[in-house]
């Protein structure tokens, strides 16, 4: 049930990142609240030691920080979105998310940069990346 939802979510965000090249407020606010909601079913279910939760918003945190250091070469968005992620599908999950994110995201623009499709300076949207990557890791189990 949480992969099905995820994946809509981030079906959801992936229309709205390529459409209107950022992430909306009211997006970040749904998967904020989920998140929490399943952060908190998780917490009864397993101990959550105060490291375990840190190393699972980690992620969002660099995000977060590469933005901030870049003027948002990296938009504050995508951090956020790993900071719900993690409440969601917890550290292990969300680091296989992201490492595999920018594995495809990399791939993508090495490829659009050999075919000259688009220049160093070029912005792509990441969520679709992200999407793709939980698409890719759901269908492969990950986590269970």
Known sequence: MKNLLMNLYLMWGTME?????KISLTYLKIG???GILFF?????????SVINVFLSFLPGMI???IAK?????????????FLIISCWMGTMKTWALWQ???????VFSIVMLITQ???????????????LA?????SLNYGK
Not at 117 to 131: E, N, Y
């Open 32 to 34: 904020a609240i989920l």
């Open 63 to 65: 995000f977060l920080l």
């Open 100 to 106: 595999t994110s920018l594995l495809l995201s990399s």
């Open 40 to 48: 908190i079913r998780e917490m009864k279910n397993q101990d959550l």
């Open 69 to 81: 250091i870049t003027k948002e070469k990296i938009g504050y968005g995508d951090g956020w979105l």
């Open 117 to 131: 499709k688009c220049k160093m300076k070029s912005h792509i949207a990441f969520v679709p990346f992200v999407w």
């Open 17 to 21: 990142d390529l459409k209107e090249k």
């Open 134 to 138: 939980h698409l890719l890791l759901w």
